[in-house]
């Protein structure tokens, strides 16, 4: 890494754990093998694990005490209604001056990946994000070549393009200066995710720029991640709750940026009321005119499934049930 001992810190990485015993040591080895030219710290908060992960983030920690920075709750604080954690917890120690985003279940692939973004920030001091794509990796499943991927080739991103977006980023690929989440606006608080509002954060104040290459992997089917969390108990109920609460999101956020990116943050509250209809089959909504872009957003199998299940719902069950049981 060269001699950084004396720079001041340049890069936080945020990591936020919970339950990640199997996927957290991948994590913190993907944070520790990045070759830079700065310094940098990562910032660990362990939600009050029960399966060992906070051992795990002790043993490294021990290992690495000028480089490793744990806060372990003793009460999982999630529990108490504390929803973003990185908010309430690591945004304040950070030293850095840019943040840098990865759960303890996703990793880095390059060690290139905090360089390289750090750099092209630096050099552009009016971008506030800064993204690339990332690989997917299916829990339990066999390897696929699936990319979070939203845009084909190195390109800018204008404010009205981060807020209302058909893809979304993946958080293992976000940075962005520290100054953006000193003060916390009401919108980052209330909402029911951690990325969104920092995605808003960030067009409110500047630019982002995207870099096509695979730099972090973002895991999908994790036990006890907030998306199969989300999937629950009473779904429907569910989804109602977290339309509500992102379309108070965006009703602050208009508030708080004076309607400056009024109508791209309704389109956006408008495509999250669609998915929470694509979520619970509510056909009627699904295939009304009025939500004919944000169907045509949705991929080619996501659109035959959905007509294949609306039009011969007999049919789509017992293929399904068919094929579930083979």
Known sequence: MGNVEKQEIMASINCVTYNHAGYIRKALDSFLMQETDFQFEILVHDDASTDGTSDIIREYAKRFPDRIFPLIQEENQYSQGIDNISGAFNFPRARGKYIFMCDGDDYFLSPHKLERQVNYMEAHPECTLC???????????ALADMQMRPYHGNRLLSPEEIVDKPSGYAMSSMAFPARLVKNLPEYYVDCPVGDTPIQLMAAAEGWGYYMDEPMSVYRVGVRGSWTSEGKA?????KQRAYYDRMK?????????TEGRLKEAAESACLRTYYLTMVNTKV???IFARRYRRYFRELTPRTRFLLWFEYRMPWLYHKVRNGFMGA
Request: proline content about 0%; charged content about 30%.
């Open 233 to 237: 108990g009473d779904y429907k109920a």
């Open 283 to 285: 056909f009627k909504e």
């Open 248 to 256: 108070r999101t965006y009703d602050q956020f208009n508030q708080a």
């Open 131 to 141: 993204i690339h794509s990332a690989r997917i990796e299916l829990v339990g499943k």
